[in-house]
C-alpha cells in the first residue's frame, strides 16, 4: 500500500469485454475467451470459446460449447457439444459427441449409439400413443 492507502500493482479492470468473433488462420488463447472463432488451427489453454469451427482444434484446461472440427484433441477440458472426425481425449467431460474415432479417457452423456437408441424408443412410443389416441377419437 502507498502512503494515501491505494493498492501498487493492483489489477487493472479489463477495458473491453472478450472479442465476439475471431476469424483467422491461427489462432491462440490463453487464459482468456471468445464468444466464436473460425480458424485452421485453433489453441486454447486455461480459456474458452463458445463456438469453435475449425480444421484442428487443441483445447487444454477450458471449455467450450460447440466444437466441429475435422481433428479434436481435448486435455482435462470441458464442452457441450463435440463434432470431428478424430477426437483425442484425456480426462474430459463432454454432454455431446459425434466422432468418426475416440481416443483416450473422456466422460459422455449422450453419445451417437445412445441418441439413436433414445430417438427410436421415443419414436416408438410416440406411434403407440398416436395410434391409441386415434382408437379413442
Known amino acids: ?3 494515501n ?3 501498487q500493482n493492483a489489477p487493472q479492470p ?3 469485454p ?3 468473433h475471431i476469424q483467422a488462420d491461427t489462432v491462440n488463447i490463453s487464459q482468456g475467451g471468445a464468444q466464436s472463432v ?3 488451427t485453433v ?3 486455461q480459456g474458452g470459446a463458445g463456438n469453435i469451427q475449425a480444421e484442428n482444434v487443441r483445447l487444454s484446461e477450458g471449455g467450450a460449447g ?3 472440427a475435422q481433428t479434436v484433441d481435448l486435455d482435462n477440458a470441458q464442452a457441450l457439444v463435440v463434432m470431428g472426425r478424430e477426437v483425442h ?7 455431446l459427441l459425434a466422432a468418426g474415432q475416440i481416443h483416450g479417457n473422456v466422460n459422455v452423456v449422450v453419445d451417437m449409439r445412445s441418441a439413436a437408441i433414445a430417438g427410436a424408443a421415443f419414436g416408438a412410443v410416440s406411434a403407440v400413443v398416436f395410434w391409441l389416441l386415434r382408437k379413442l377419437i
Not at 89 to 95: G, S
Open 1 to 3: 500500500m502507498t502512503e
Open 5 to 7: 492507502g491505494n493498492l
Open 14 to 16: 479489463l477495458s473491453a
Open 18 to 20: 472478450y472479442p465476439e
Open 38 to 40: 473460425y480458424a485452421n
Open 43 to 45: 489453441e486454447i489453454h
Open 66 to 68: 460447440l466444437i466441429y
Open 89 to 95: 481425449c484425456q480426462d474430459t467431460n463432454i454432454a
